[in-house]
């Protein structure tokens, strides 16, 4: 007997090649099977998405969820696995000096699953004012390392922004850092890029396969274009040597134009995430759906931005053998999300909006093999 059964819907799962019209059922926390026509019976609790589409649990990749402490902080579960997001990756709001508090008070507690990157600043993001990084001290990579395989349940990886107000001059030493970091704990960078002090393309330069480069289709000062529109060479040579070029939408670091352009050129993003935080969820960003959704309004299938924030995030993050697939005996994360119909307005980070005839939505969100029902979850 399972415990629980999705009917009727388009399953949509890139790690395994679907894209028709199945079943899918969960048991023991884990995904049972997907197939055709599996009776009802056979299952405590059936779920009907006739009409919707069934895909693996999102992973957001970019987020802040240190509600309290960091300035940028959101409550993580009613913008992540409310609205579809099963995992989400904290990017950067703890540093080594706060981050025990995050990982007791946030980390432990969500319903979410929740990893995080370690700000190389021993501070983290707590003031929208002082950059965390203005003072090159901060970016002490013994006690980074130390914390961050202290907690290698949770740090998957080491965060360094590089924008020149964060920075100063400081944003090639505070990579080297980050790096020196990241390999002391065995895990990835990711730099957030944009206005920064040295061209961006000398800052992507160092970094190794599998480090990610977010706001990478930000529309600031020093980005992927040059001046005739096209994407700079040595992104592309960055891309085919494993570096993931990030969309990180956030409130400031995401232009229709530039991702056009990009697009055009023939340079996709290599994942997809939102950079929620408490100054975008109101607008522009207001989920990660809304967010692959602007990719759709660019021509992207819906089968490949789900891709981008399923299959490949899980690789990214190194967790591809259980998260961002359906695949039989994964973590049973799932969501059931709509495509509507209509006149949709998406409006990107430095102001222009667009009409779109069709937009994704969130129905219903799976964590673990469990319709998840916010009303019946009791937080100690």
Known sequence: MYDLLVTGGTVVDPSQGINEL?????????????????PDSK???????????????LIDLHVHNYWGVSHYGIDPDITNISKGVTTAIDAGSAGAATFAAFRKYVLERADTRLY????????GMIS???GELEELRYADVGQASRVGNQNRDYIIGIKARLSEDITHEHDTESIKRALEAAQAIGGFVMIHVGNTATP????????????????????????????????????ID???????????????SFSFEVAERALADGFYPGNISSDLHVYNVEGPVFDQVTTISKFMWLGMSLYEVI?????????TIGRSDKLGTLKPDSIGDAAILSLDCGRFTL?????????????????STIRSGKLYKPWLTARA
């Open 22 to 38: 199945l079943d899918v059922a969960f048991h023991n926390g884990k995904v049972a099977t997907v197939g055709k026509s599996i």
């Open 128 to 130: 929208r004012n002082i």
């Open 116 to 123: 995080a990157l370690l700000n190389i600043s021993l501070t």
């Open 307 to 315: 891709r981008l924030t399923t299959e490949t995030t899980a690789q």
């Open 200 to 235: 961006m393309e000398k800052l992507v330069e160092l970094l190794r396969p599998g480090d990610v480069v977010t706001h990478s289709f930000h529309g600031n000062k020093s980005g992927i274009l040059d001046d005739a529109g096209k994407v700079i060479d040595s992104f």
């Open 43 to 57: 299952a405590m609790e059936v779920v009907d998405a006739h009409g919707k589409y069934v895909v693996p649990g």
């Open 347 to 363: 409006t990107d980070s430095v102001g222009r909006s667009i009409t779109t005839s069709t937009k994704l939505s969130h129905v």
């Open 238 to 252: 960055a891309r085919n040597r494993g570096v993931v070029f990030d969309v990180g939408h956030g409130a400031g």
